[in-house]
């Protein structure tokens, strides 16, 4: 992490949010036990913006699981990170699958939305401010795939994305990402390229809207 030129993170826990995570008390606990351990490492850091419990809980396991059990677990993570780290602010960083999710006890509400019309955009924006009510809505994950779109495509709807976004009062944005070069679960992601820099690291015309 760093502070330099006011550069601020969100800083999320690596846990399996893609599995059953409730079936087993000793992977809750362990669970738990990472997060409680990352924010204490980490409390009071300069370069951190707020902490993120988890990103997208999918659907399907929010369901299994039942949307109660989902919310006292974020709650007791929230819990965690609040022990380690009491002036830090937190969060957890939802999508429009699991918009329904209601957790009161957070700092600011996180969304990752990926709408490639203006008019959808303008229109979910306003339903999520509505959701997150008095606190802050932060856009955690937006961009364009370049692969598919192309590069002006994909810097023109970046363009008007963050327009949409500020004039809707969000109080700000991650845009994914710097870079081509992603991996995720161990693997190259070859088919998606939302980077703003191209897999050389090379900026694309994206770059200039951010």
Not at 53 to 81: M, S, T
Not at 140 to 163: K, Y
Not at 197 to 206: G, I, L, M, V, Y
Request: hydrophobic residues 40%.
């Amino acid at each position: 992490l760093a502070a330099a030129n006011g550069i601020r993170v969100l800083v999320g826990f690596d846990w399996p949010v893609h599995v059953t995570f409730l079936e087993s008390r000793k992977q809750a606990r362990e669970i738990e036990a990472r997060v409680r351990e990352g924010a204490r490492l980490l409390a009071g850091h300069e370069a951190i913006l707020g902490w993120s419990l988890g990103n997208e809980i999918p659907g399907p396991v929010v369901r299994w699981h039942g949307r109660r059990r989902v919310e006292r677990f974020l709650a007791g993570l929230c819990d965690e990170v609040r022990t380690q780290d009491p002036a830090g602010l937190v969060s957890y960083v939802s999508y429009p699958t699991t918009e329904y999710l209601e957790l009161p006890f957070l700092d600011f509400a996180s969304f990752n939305v990926y709408l490639e019309s203006r008019d959808r955009l303008a229109a979910y924006l306003a339903r999520l401010q509505n959701l997150a009510g008095e606190r802050p809505l932060l856009m955690a994950e937006l961009g364009l795939d370049s692969r598919q779109h192309g590069e002006e495509r994909q810097a023109e709807v970046l363009d008007w994305q963050l327009r949409e976004l500020f004039e809707a009062g969000c109080a700000g944005a991650f845009v994914f990402s710097w870079t081509a070069d992603w991996y995720c679960g161990g693997r190259d992601i070859v088919d998606w390229d939302f980077g703003l820099t191209t897999r050389t690291r090379e900026p694309k015309p994206a770059l200039g809207r951010a």
